[in-house]
């Protein structure tokens, strides 16, 4: 079972940042949290991973809590084409991808 | 640089006929993986290679799904014989090695109906 709990869906309006939550209350100290997206038809795409520190790439920036309990992915200034479902992941040392049900966010015109 | 490679897209064929999928992954990629996705849900791993080797078919229906990795790079799902209850996207995936901090990389996968 996915060891994270998301919104099955959101709106964000266009231009706006899309703040995505995902709660992983049992996460252990090694693990990882991941961020995919899969815009439709496609394969999953890599947003961005974190241990313990915030991350900011080119796409998006993750901020977890320090207790690690939770997470947040924000779409800084989102367009249409981020319509897409999110999934936020949590991986471990096995390499598993343990895949839950995402968030499918709509980005408004 | 090419991506994850996958044929066919899409796969239409009577229940009990045999399928096949075929993956090329991104080159140097010795990590690859199976995934199947239902309609709504979240892909779920069928099997992951660390080059020839099978490391991880747990969740690989073995009476009839199978796959190959031969000298380690592409790769071959097969289905024999297919049920209705196999439609679905079938996902490959590569990455360079199989540490966690490694991010996998996906291709378009095949969409299979089972009529």
């Known amino acids: 079972d996915a060891k994270t709990t998301q919104p099955p869906s959101m709106d964000c309006a266009e231009g706006r940042a899309a703040n995505l939550p995902c709660n992983h209350s049992?996460?252990?100290?090694?693990?990882?949290v991941y961020w995919y997206r899969q815009i439709h038809s496609q394969g999953p795409q890599y947003i961005i991973h974190g241990l313990k520190n915030n991350e900011t790439n080119e796409m998006a920036s993750l901020i977890i809590t320090e207790d690690r309990k939770s997470s947040t992915l924000i779409l800084p200034h989102a367009t249409l084409r981020d319509t897409a479902v999110y999934y936020c992941i949590v991986r471990g040392r096995d390499d598993k991808i343990i895949f839950g049900k995402g968030t499918r966010l709509h980005i408004l015109p | 640089e090419a991506g994850v490679v996958q044929s066919p897209r899409y796969k239409i064929i009577e229940k009990k006929q045999p399928v096949a999928f075929w993956c090329n992954p991104i080159?140097?990629?010795?990590?690859l993986y199976w995934y199947l996705q239902n309609l709504g849900q979240g892909p779920e791993l069928l099997i992951r290679y660390e080059n020839e080797e099978a490391v991880d078919d747990s969740q690989l229906p073995k009476d009839r799904f199978s796959a190959e990795r031969l000298k380690g790079v592409d790769s071959t799902l097969k289905i024999q014989p297919a049920e209705l209850g196999d439609s679905a996207v079938y996902l490959c995936?590569?990455?360079?090695?199989?540490?966690?901090?490694?991010?996998?990389?996906f291709g378009p996968g095949t969409r299979l109906t089972v009529l």
């Open positions: 995936a590569s990455s360079f090695g199989g540490q966690v901090d490694n991010e996998q990389f």
């Open positions: 049992t996460i252990s100290g090694n693990e990882y």
């Open positions: 080159s140097g990629h010795n990590t």
